[in-house]
């Protein structure tokens, strides 16, 4: 099987340049490794017409390419089924009727870690459970036999987190992420995963998930975001932040790639270029303030 990295975009509208900034750095650990780099567009949710197409132009033109299809989670509901089928077989999945407001308002379980699901269906005998499917749809939970999970990330270290019972295939039919995330990486030889700190949290859920359905755990670097001049992550409303909006203030691809190669401490050259600089242990560990309308006009000035 094939070694990869891979970016996995939700097609839910442009790219900004936290996103590009990920997925360039993804490409740079992807490569600098001799790894293959995959395409994944996570379209089971908030899918967005025409954004799949806008984000891989923009993602070209600052040098993220790719090998092989571009590959999509809608496509891909035959894994999905099958992994939750072998886990249900497992005795580890249980069927779940609870709203959200439901949960909110359940006293949580002793031990169990803030914001983890209550476990209110967990233990539900075969005849309360034929009257909750005559109420409504039932979303599939993992039964987790553990309540946290440690993975080893390059940039953070060994990290550990909660896992609860979480949603596998949500009560409208569709694939949770968790569940669809660790049956692609898997599935497509991808042992190196690289994207935004902000799913770190996620990763002993999917690293446990894995270690459940026998697959390899990928090696993890969750990166520093990019973030607003008032500290909050990056946005579509922070002004002029995809490729479209800057290029309309007069900075073209080549120089948005190459601001953001400098964010990382790397010379401002196609991408390719850069990787004989790339060293993940000099990466900066802090978030990078993007300072919008000032820094491109600081830019053109220079
Ligand atoms: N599709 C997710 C996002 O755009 C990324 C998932 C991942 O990299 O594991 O936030």
Redesign the pocket.
């Known amino acids: 099987m094939t070694s990869a990295g891979r970016f996995?975009?939700?097609p839910s509208g442009e790219l900004h340049v936290g996103n590009l900034r990920t997925a360039m750095l993804a490409w740079l650990f992807a490569r600098s490794t001799g790894r293959d780099f995959l395409m994944r567009v996570?379209d089971l949710d908030r899918a967005r017409a025409g954004a799949e197409e806008v984000q891989l132009r923009d993602l070209e033109a600052v040098g993220v390419t790719w090998d092989g299809v571009v590959v999509r989670q809608t496509d891909r509901a035959g894994f999905y089924n099958a992994a939750i089928e072998r886990l249900t077989a497992a005795g580890l999945t249980y069927e779940c009727f609870c709203t959200r407001r439901e949960i909110q308002e359940a006293p949580s379980a002793p031990h169990a870690p803030q914001g983890a699901y209550p476990g209110t269906c967990r233990n539900f005998s075969t005849a309360e459970r034929e009257i909750r499917r005559a109420s409504r749809p039932a979303a599939i939970r993992l039964r987790s036999e553990t309540h946290e999970w440690t993975v080893d990330d390059r940039l953070h270290g060994p990290y550990t987190g909660a896992v609860d019972d979480f949603v596998l295939r949500r009560n409208d039919g569709v694939t949770a992420y968790n569940l669809a995330?660790v049956v692609d990486d898997g599935q497509q030889g991808v042992d190196q995963?690289v994207?935004g700190d902000d799913?770190l949290s996620s990763a002993p859920r999917q690293a446990y998930l894995a270690s459940l359905l026998g697959l390899p755990v990928p090696e993890y670097a969750h990166v520093p975001l990019v973030l607003n001049r008032d500290g909050a992550r990056l946005a579509k409303r922070d002004g002029a932040v995809t490729l479209g909006d800057l290029a309309a203030v007069g900075l073209s691809a080549g120089e948005v790639r190459d601001m953001i190669l400098e964010s990382l401490g790397l010379p401002g050259v196609p991408l390719g270029d850069a990787l004989d600089s790339f060293d993940p242990a000099r990466l900066p560990r802090k978030p990078w303030v993007w300072n919008g309308h000032h820094q491109s006009t600081l830019r053109k000035g220079a």
């Open positions: 996995a975009p939700s996570e995330v995963v994207r799913l």
